[in-house]
C-alpha cells in the first residue's frame, strides 16, 4: 500500500517535472535554492551533493541486506543450537522452558527484523524521493526515467519491489518458532 502511494506521489512530481521544468526549477522554498541566489557554483555543488546523496542511499541498502543476513544467521543459529542440544540432557530442569525461552527470542527477533525491514524501507524511499527532486535540478533525471520505463514495459510482468519479497522471509522463519512455541506450551500443560 506504501509502495503505491509512493509511486502516485512519485509519478505525479515526474509529470510536473515533465510538463513545466521551467516552473519547477523556479519555484523556492525552504529546500531548495536557484542559481542566481547560490552563485555560479551551484550547478558543480548540486552534483556533488547528488553524487553524496546517491552513494548514501546505495550505502542504506548495503546495510539492509547486511542486517537480514545478521538475522537469517542467528535465527538459524537459533534453530541449529536447538536441534543439537534437544537429543542431548545438557540443560538441567525441565526441557520445555528452554524451548519456550528460544521460541519466545526467535519470535522476538523477528519481528525486530520486519521493523528494521519496514524503517529501511522507509529510509530509502524518502531518500529516492530527495533525488529525484535533485534530479529536477540536472540535464537528464536517470532514476525517474528507470522507473518510468519500468511502469510502461507492457511485455515485462509486473515489477515487485524487493521489499515486498524481503518482508515474507521473516514471517516464513518465525513459523518453526511458532510451532515451536505451540510444542512447548503442550510440553508444559501435559507436565
Known amino acids: 500500500m506504501q509502495d503505491e502511494q509512493f509511486d502516485a506521489t512519485l509519478e505525479q512530481d515526474s509529470k510536473q517535472n515533465i510538463e513545466s521544468p ?66 542431548k540432557e545438557l540443560f538441567q530442569g525441565p526441557q520445555s522452558f528452554v524451548l519456550l525461552t528460544v521460541s519466545i527470542l526467535g519470535l522476538c527477533l523477528c519481528l525486530a527484523w520486519i521493523a528494521n525491514i519496514n524503517s529501511y524501507k522507509q529510509l530509502n524511499s524518502l531518500k529516492f524521493r530527495v533525488i529525484h527532486e535533485m534530479e529536477a535540478y540536472l540535464p537528464f533525471a536517470c532514476y525517474d526515467r528507470e522507473w518510468q520505463i519500468l511502469k510502461e514495459d507492457k511485455n515485462r510482468r509486473k515489477y ?32
Not at 37 to 50: A, D, N, T
Open 22 to 87: 521551467s516552473t519547477n526549477l523556479s519555484q523556492e522554498n525552504a529546500y531548495t535554492t536557484s542559481e542566481a541566489v547560490y552563485g555560479k557554483e551551484f550547478k558543480q555543488h548540486l552534483l556533488e551533493q547528488y553524487k553524496m546523496y546517491v552513494e548514501m542511499a546505495d550505502r542504506i541498502s548495503s546495510r539492509r541486506v547486511q542486517i537480514g543476513s545478521f538475522y537469517t544467521s542467528i535465527l538459524s543459529a537459533l534453530l541449529a543450537l536447538l536441534s543439537i542440544t534437544g537429543n
Open 160 to 191: 515487485i519491489r524487493l521489499t515486498a519479497i524481503e518482508q515474507y522471509i521473516p514471517i516464513i522463519i518465525a513459523v518453526p518458532y511458532f510451532f515451536l512455541l505451540i510444542y512447548s506450551f503442550m510440553k508444559m500443560l501435559g507436565q
